[in-house]
């Protein structure tokens, strides 16, 4: 899939303020502007079909540590979806039903954005997973590390699904592809892991999104509220983008972001569209005309449902293998969820 890395820092000096509290100025003081740096990175869709057609990658392996409903979590395919669909036709099912739907979650630091994104399915709940999705958005010098403690994150989708592709798989372990059973056979749980990843996707959505990944430095007690106001800000003046919210943006919460970057990605339809401006602070990005072309023909993988994952141990039979293999994951869960650097 061919890519195209755009960066553009709009940085300028921040009058300094004493640490976690918000500035003493008056209302009529407050601006209603903060520079914001966009760091863009646009993935023109790729025309050849994800997976095996018509199945998109149900059936193939997911790995959570990496990033949060994405493409390039997937890993190899382990079911046998063509003869599973053969023999049980009415346990597959491709619903055409379209809608579109906003992802937006504030969070404190790293930590707590990852909590958040996992706690939207079953099987991650709870965990501090998908640390990639925040690594790869803002590592972009030795000298900085996006886990450190003083970052407030943002995490804005915009979904529009074309269709939903899931199967009702039992476990009984039959219909796993014959190359997958040798490697359980010869291969190392960590082999397995890395070939394979974590879980299996059971329940997919395929169609476009829009997301914006926003980081600032919070100069105030009140940081889950002060990271809302800055990616509301920043989706709004960056990509005229509005959320349910209605009320006015609260200057006070908006002014003590310092800092303040927004990391872009679209999926799906035709990134072409996606036209540049400016506003005052920050580089225009319009997605409205990009929107409409994000019909079904040009629909990719998008999202996992709630309960669209199974962990890979549980299609091993042999047992000694299937315990080997689940002790390795829950080991490799651990070390790589996210943790706070300072």
Not at 110 to 122: G, P
Not at 249 to 261: F, R
Not at 288 to 300: G, N, P, S
Request: glycine share 6%; with cysteine.
């Amino acid at each position: 899939m061919k890519k195209i890395s755009l960066a553009l820092t709009l940085l300028v000096a921040f009058a300094s303020c004493k640490k976690n509290q918000v500035p003493e100025v008056a209302k009529a003081e407050l601006s209603q502007d903060i520079p914001v740096g966009i760091i863009g990175f646009i993935k023109f869709t790729d025309p050849r079909p994800q997976g095996s057609a018509p199945y998109n990658f149900i059936g193939y392996g997911y790995d959570i540590t990496d990033r949060y409903n994405d493409e390039r979590s997937v890993r190899a395919s382990i079911i046998d979806i063509p003869a599973f669909v053969a023999i049980y036709p009415t346990r597959f099912e491709i619903d055409p039903s379209s809608k579109a739907y906003d992802v937006n979650r504030s969070a404190i630091d790293a930590e707590d954005l990852a909590r958040k994104l996992s706690n939207d399915f079953t099987l991650t709940s709870g965990l501090g997973v998908f640390r990639n999705t925040i690594k790869d958005a803002f590592t972009y010098s030795s000298h900085y590390n996006p886990l450190n403690r003083e970052y407030i994150y943002g995490y804005y989708s915009r979904v529009i699904q074309q269709k939903r592709i899931k199967m009702n798989y039992n476990l009984n372990n039959y219909f796993l592809s014959v190359i997958f059973l040798n490697d359980v056979k010869v291969m190392s749980a960590a082999e397995l892991v890395k070939k394979y990843g974590t879980h299996v996707l059971t329940d997919i959505r395929l169609g476009a999104k829009f997301n914006v990944i926003y980081q600032a430095v919070a100069k105030g007690l009140d940081r889950e509220k002060i990271s809302g106001a800055g990616l509301r800000y920043a989706i709004n003046k960056g990509f005229g983008i509005f959320t349910a919210d209605l009320d006015p943006i609260d200057l006070s919460a908006l002014n003590a972001n310092q800092n303040a970057l927004i990391y872009y990605e679209a999926t799906g339809g035709d990134l072409s569209k996606l036209t540049m401006g400016s506003y005052i602070k920050m580089p225009f990005f319009s997605i409205k005309d990009w929107q409409l072309t994000t019909t079904e023909d040009k629909a990719k993988f998008i999202s996992i449902d709630k309960d669209g994952l199974i962990s890979l141990e549980e299609l091993i039979a042999d047992v000694p293998k299937k315990t080997e293999v689940k002790e390795y994951i829950r080991k490799y869960i651990l070390d790589h969820q996210v943790k706070l650097a300072n």
